[in-house]
């Protein structure tokens, strides 16, 4: 079966610019996770939504940042405009449980540079 | 004081050697715990969970102390594949799940 899809898997940028990364979700999966990692705060939780519905954003940086997911098995994390400091490794998971506490299963990363 | 912390390493420990991990946590709330392993350049993913009793999972031993509010990863005969950062993870009193900052592990023949 196929995991968690994330494109690009590279995106390089000059502030200011819009960006938007994108995920498909794991099939029959119905939560799905942003997730962005530094070098400098590591692995923090954006927003998730459970059956298309976001539950928590407060991960959310600022008003930059939207997610979306269209239907239940794609979700669009969009930063405008972009800053060189949203530089990160994005991240998306997907779970098959209702909780946001089980097991999660991460896409491969998509690798910002923001410059 | 940090949710999660972890001493970041790096373990230099040559093949076969055994090497342990601790991981200390400051919500006492805290019901769920995992060990998830990210190699370099890659994607996190779950190594085992963490049960109160301790359990094992072939060369890696898990272990919880509530009392002490920490939990231990075992590696017994390190393969130069364990090579990786090890993420201590914890889920309960937040409704999501909270990651330290690693642990490295390079093995070296």
């Known amino acids: 079966d196929a995991g968690v899809i994330q494109s690009p898997r590279h995106e390089v940028t000059e502030m200011g610019q819009e960006v938007t990364l994108r995920c498909k979700l794991i099939s029959g999966h119905n939560s799905l996770f942003w997730y962005r990692q530094t070098m400098m705060r590591g692995l923090e939780l954006l927003i998730y939504f459970n059956n298309n519905v976001p539950i928590d954003d407060s991960g959310m940086p600022e008003d930059r940042f939207s997610a979306k997911m269209p239907n239940a098995s794609f979700s669009t994390l969009k930063i405008q405009p972009s800053e060189p400091r949203d530089s990160a490794v994005y991240f998306c998971?997907?779970?098959?449980?209702?909780?946001?506490?089980?097991?999660?299963?991460f896409g491969p990363g998509t690798r910002l540079t923001v410059l | 004081r940090k949710e999660v912390e972890q001493d970041p390493g790096p373990f230099n420990v040559p093949e076969g050697a055994t090497v342990a991990f601790n991981c200390t946590y400051s919500n006492s709330a805290s019901q769920s715990f995992f060990w998830y392993r990210q190699d370099c350049r890659k994607e996190p993913k779950l190594l085992m969970s963490v049960y109160s009793s301790g359990n094992e999972d072939g060369r890696f031993t898990a272990q919880l102390n509530r009392a002490s509010q920490y939990i231990s990863l075992l590696i017994r005969d390190s393969k130069l594949s364990d090579s990786a950062t090890y993420l201590c993870v914890l889920a309960g009193g937040y409704n999501k799940l909270i990651f330290g900052a690693g642990t490295r592990l390079a093995v070296h023949p």
């Open positions: 998971a997907s779970s098959d449980s209702d909780r946001a506490t089980d097991t999660q299963y």
